[in-house]
């Protein structure tokens, strides 16, 4: 491998990984919006085109006897998608599910775990109960936060849109208290 295709390669390896940042970055799962979707669909398509062309030329690029060229270069990822499409999947499942128990609050035992959360600002945090008694999520003020009654598996989600600390607790049990710190 000379210097030349060296460089050309690392390139090839830097791009892709931004382009699959992006498009990381970019896609939320959950849309609220029929135009937030249809962008982001726009969005998709585009970053997988690009992310396409680009994973084809460089594997054109260092096999001998194809000729480098577009057509060559989207043959090949049609060859390579599927797999490719299982991995960011899976990797986007995985990424996703820290993310999403990153802002829950489990109620176990009579408890709030963790008992003290830190999120940043625009968090949607969401409790659930996994006990077999109901319990409820409420502010000290008993209005900011106020879920009902959450009976077993039951969620309760709120949004968290200014810097704080906030401190909760369960209105059937006192004792049982919990804080979310938003920085
Ligand atoms: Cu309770």
């Excluded at 829950?104 to 830190?118: E, G, H, K, R, W």
């Excluded at 600002?121 to 879920?147: C, E, F, Q, R």
Aim: net charge positive; hydrophobic share 50%; with cysteine.
């Amino acid at each position: 491998m000379n210097r030349t295709v060296r460089a050309f390669c690392l390139l090839q390896l830097v791009l892709n990984a931004l382009l699959l940042w992006l498009a990381y970055e970019w896609l939320a799962l959950s849309e609220s919006t029929v135009t937030r979707l249809a962008g982001s669909a726009a969005a998709a398509l585009a970053i997988l085109a690009a992310a396409s062309w680009l994973h084809g030329a460089t594997f054109t690029s260092f096999r001998e006897g194809v000729e480098p060229g577009a057509g060559a270069a989207f043959r090949t990822t049609l060859r390579h998608l599927f797999p490719l499409l299982l991995m960011v999947l899976a990797a986007h499942g995985v990424v996703a599910r820290q993310k999403a128990a990153a802002n829950q609050v489990a109620i176990d035992n009579y408890s709030f775990s963790p008992q003290t959360l830190t999120v940043p600002v625009g968090t949607t945090v969401t409790w659930i109960n996994h006990d077999d008694v109901p319990h409820t999520v409420l502010s000290m003020d008993k209005k900011t936060i106020a879920s009902p009654a959450l009976d077993t598996d039951e969620k309760f989600s709120y949004t968290f849109t200014a810097a704080g600390t906030n401190d909760y607790f369960c209105s059937v049990h006192p004792h049982m208290k919990g804080r979310i710190i938003v920085k």
